[in-house]
């Protein structure tokens, strides 16, 4: 795969609409999330220490071919995908909590990158595998700590209550010692969330990213970085 990125992935637009919602979530097709999925691998790092950790070395058996981009698929052609429905659901909402929408953008889940982190998970290779184990167990603290605050599921509470339980858990360094683990399952959410919706062309033209332009001319570096540079 190397680090030459195709930065260019056709999404879904209609889930894109400003009306978008969580009880009407749509599937993007599984061919473009699988090379969501390969293109955010590339183009950024989503193993950073204290997130989601790297998994142990695998004993020397396959697990099958990659996947060949250029034929459709759906679900189970390739490996079967994970979250059920009520998982899917509450992916999509604790996206929604990571990026919502604003005026620049719409939210993560808008993005469908529920399914971009469903596919990564789902995949065979070692270190995902360890990645769906942290993220369905987080899955499982948030229902149980939304539960035990506010006697309802995760999907179900006000953006604010979400953001309460979020916020006891958005940085590892600060959390709380019984939250330590649920601190490390948001760190690599937040990770993959952010992985997915920046390789997005809506994300990436929320930071202001335009790719390889051509340009009908170069005048050089700006003075400024020359002179910070020390080579005016």
């Known amino acids: ?36 999925m ?8 989503v193993l950073k220490p204290g997130n989601l950790r790297a998994a142990p070395a695998a004993a020397a058996r396959g697990y099958g071919t990659d996947p060949n981009l250029i034929d459709p698929y759906k679900i189970g052609d390739l490996w079967p ?31 469908q990158v529920q399914d971009f982190i469903d596919e990564w998970i789902s995949a065979p290779y070692p270190e995902h595998q360890e ?6 167990e987080g899955f499982e603290w948030l229902d149980a700590e939304s539960q035990k605050r506010f006697k309802m599921k995760f999907v ?14 958005c940085d590892p360094a600060k ?13 690599g959410f937040r990770n993959l969330t952010t992985s997915g919706f920046y390789t997005t062309p809506e994300g990436m033209k929320d930071v202001g990213y335009v790719g390889n332009v051509a340009l009908q001319k170069f005048e050089g570096p700006p003075k400024e970085v020359l002179v910070y540079l020390k080579l005016d």
């Not at 709380?176 to 760190?187: L, N, R």
Request: charged share 30%.
């Open 131 to 136: 990645h769906k184990k942290i993220i369905l």
């Open 38 to 45: 390969l293109t955010a691998s590339a183009a950024l790092s």
């Open 81 to 111: 995908l994970t979250f059920n429905p009520e998982q899917r659901r509450l992916a999509a909402a604790l996206c929604d909590v990571i990026i919502p929408a604003d005026d620049k953008s719409p939210s993560a889940s808008a993005l």
């Open 1 to 36: 795969m190397g680090y030459i990125v195709t930065w260019l992935i056709k999404l879904n637009e209609e889930n894109t609409d400003s009306k978008f919602s969580m009880n009407d979530l749509k599937r993007m097709d599984r061919r473009e999330a699988i090379k969501w």
């Open 156 to 169: 179900d509470l006000s953006d604010a209550k979400k953001r309460e339980i979020c916020d006891a858990i």
């Open 175 to 187: 959390a709380k010692k019984q939250f330590a683990k649920p601190a490390e399952f948001f760190s």
